[in-house]
C-alpha cells in the first residue's frame, strides 16, 4: 500500500530532519526516503521541459533574500519584500514582458504594482478580471447568487485574461487578488510560467495566515462544525 505523505505534521525538529541534512531523521512515510526514484527524475524533467535555468534562478533569489548569512543560519535576516524578488527574479530570466493577472477589487494595488515594474526596465500587460463584461447569467448564475441582486454583474473571467496574455506573449505572469477557484483556472490556461504577488482574502486584508498565525484565539471558531 502507497504511503502518503504528511510532511506538515513531521514529528521531527527542522535542524534534524532528513530533508535538511543527509542522515536526519524521517518518520516511515518520509518522502525524502521513500521517492528516490523521483527525486533522480528532477533534473532530468527540469531540463527536458526547459525549467532548470528557472530552478537553478529560483534557488539563487532565495538565498539574496537574506543577510548575516556569514554569522550562522540563526543570524539569518530577510531583506527583501515579494515584490522585490519578483522583479529582481525576472531579471535573472531575462524577461521583458510581464503579465498582470489581478482581480478588479485590487485595482489600487495593480495600478502601483504595475508603474513599480515599469520603473525597473519591464513592458508589462495587465488585464482586470472583469475583462469581457460577461453577464453572469450567462454561467447559469441565478439573480440571488450575484454580489449584487438585481443588478447586472459581469464574471470574472481568468480564462480570457490568460488568453490575452498568451496573445501578447508575456514571459512571467503575475497573480495579484485573484478569487479562489479563477486562480486555479488562470494557471491551467496561462501559456507562461506564472508566480503570485497576493492572494484574496476579503476579511483579512489579503493575509490569509492571519487566521492560521490566530487558530487557537480569535479564529478557533474555523476548527469547529
Known amino acids: 500500500m502507497q504511503q502518503i505523505p504528511t510532511c506538515a505534521s513531521c514529528p521531527f525538529k527542522w535542524p534534524?530532519?532528513?530533508?535538511?541534512?543527509?542522515?536526519?531523521?524521517?518518520?516511515?512515510?518520509?518522502?525524502t526516503v521513500l521517492k528516490k526514484d523521483l527525486t533522480?527524475?528532477?533534473?532530468?524533467?527540469?531540463?527536458?521541459?526547459?525549467?532548470?535555468?528557472?530552478a537553478k534562478q529560483s534557488a539563487i533569489q532565495e538565498g539574496e533574500g537574506y543577510t548575516n548569512k556569514d554569522k550562522g543560519y540563526e543570524y539569518?535576516?530577510?531583506?527583501?519584500?515579494?515584490i522585490q524578488e519578483i522583479w529582481e527574479f525576472a531579471g535573472k530570466m531575462g524577461y521583458k514582458r510581464l503579465g498582470l493577472a489581478?482581480?478588479?477589487?485590487?485595482?489600487?494595488?495593480a495600478k502601483v504594482t504595475e508603474a513599480l515594474l515599469k520603473e525597473k526596465g519591464f513592458e508589462v500587460a495587465s488585464v482586470?478580471?472583469?475583462?469581457?463584461c460577461v453577464p453572469k447569467e450567462e454561467f447559469g448564475l441565478r439573480d440571488d447568487q450575484k454580489i449584487a441582486p438585481g443588478s447586472f454583474e459581469s464574471i470574472c473571467n481568468?480564462?480570457?485574461?490568460?488568453?490575452?496574455?498568451?496573445?501578447?506573449?508575456?514571459?512571467?505572469?503575475?497573480?495579484?487578488g485573484l478569487c479562489v477557484g479563477h486562480d486555479t483556472i488562470f494557471l491551467e490556461f496561462s501559456e507562461a510560467p506564472c508566480t503570485?504577488?497576493?492572494?484574496k482574502d476579503r476579511v483579512l486584508a489579503h493575509n490569509p495566515l492571519a487566521a492560521i498565525y490566530n487558530i487557537n484565539s480569535y479564529y478557533r471558531w474555523l476548527k469547529k462544525d
Open 40 to 54: 533522480r527524475k528532477v533534473y532530468a524533467l527540469l531540463k527536458e521541459r526547459g525549467l532548470f535555468e528557472l
Open 196 to 199: 503570485v504577488l497576493a492572494v
Open 158 to 176: 481568468p480564462v480570457l485574461q490568460a488568453l490575452i496574455l498568451n496573445e501578447v506573449k508575456t514571459e512571467l505572469n503575475i497573480l495579484l
Open 16 to 31: 534534524e530532519r532528513i530533508c535538511r541534512r543527509p542522515g536526519g531523521k524521517h518518520p516511515e512515510n518520509c518522502p
Open 128 to 132: 482586470a478580471c472583469k475583462v469581457g
Open 76 to 82: 539569518l535576516r530577510p531583506i527583501k519584500p515579494r
Open 102 to 109: 489581478f482581480c478588479i477589487g485590487l485595482r489600487a494595488e
